[in-house]
């Protein structure tokens, strides 16, 4: 992933693709055993915060796309999400200074949608919310039809009015919506 940026940016300032958390690492190398992708081995990776608290991961990419659709890479964090969450918390950096804002989705633009659904739905087991997008616990993949084959749009929900609207940096599109 860092080759790529070194690749790309800063001319092509896009974003690229997404990662999905798991807390089994291990299942998801094995469910992808015997298919057709080139997936890397689970590497571990570690840093150490301003405080001197040691940060540990786990990740697994897959090179390759589909259709020009690069394909997500899969996260598991040694920390459970709760003491995590509580970590951030008392660091003060759970709350974003303009208040509440909330991820809901992302936008993947490709030459056909529903096949694209498909095709990760049946890779990575993930739930079907539609004939063109897909559940990633409480997020959404959504595939729209078009050219690009890449993820083109996030769209946030936020109380905060003057955060609505489209924000695009580069080839990037920010979405802030009224939270429900």
Avoid: C
Avoid at 37 to 44: A, Q, R, T, W
Avoid at 65 to 70: E, K, T
Avoid at 107 to 129: D, G, Q
Avoid at 146 to 168: I, Q, S, V, Y
Wanted: net charge negative; charged share 25%; hydrophobic share 35%.
């Amino acid at each position: 992933m860092a080759q790529r940026a070194l690749t790309y940016l800063p001319e092509n300032e896009a974003l690229s693709r997404v990662a999905i958390r798991t807390s089994d690492l291990d299942a998801v190398a094995a469910s992808l055993q015997g298919s057709s992708l080139d997936v890397s081995p689970i590497k571990n990776g570690s840093r150490t915060d301003k405080n001197g608290r040691l940060i540990e991961w786990r990740m697994m990419t897959i090179d390759g796309d589909y259709n020009g659709l690069p394909y997500p890479f899969f996260i598991e964090w040694k920390e459970a999400d709760a003491d995590r969450l509580k970590d951030f918390q008392n660091k003060g950096i759970t709350e974003h200074p303009a208040g509440p804002v909330t991820l809901e989705s992302a936008v993947f633009e490709v030459s056909n949608p529903e096949a694209a659904a498909t095709h990760w739905h049946t890779l990575f087991n993930l739930e079907r919310s539609g004939e063109s997008a897909l559940s990633v616990g409480d997020k959404t993949f959504i595939f729209t039809k078009g050219r690009g084959n890449r993820l083109t749009e996030l769209r946030f929900r936020t109380a905060n009015e003057k955060l609505h609207g489209k924000l695009t940096v580069g080839n990037g599109t920010y979405v802030f919506m009224k939270d429900s």
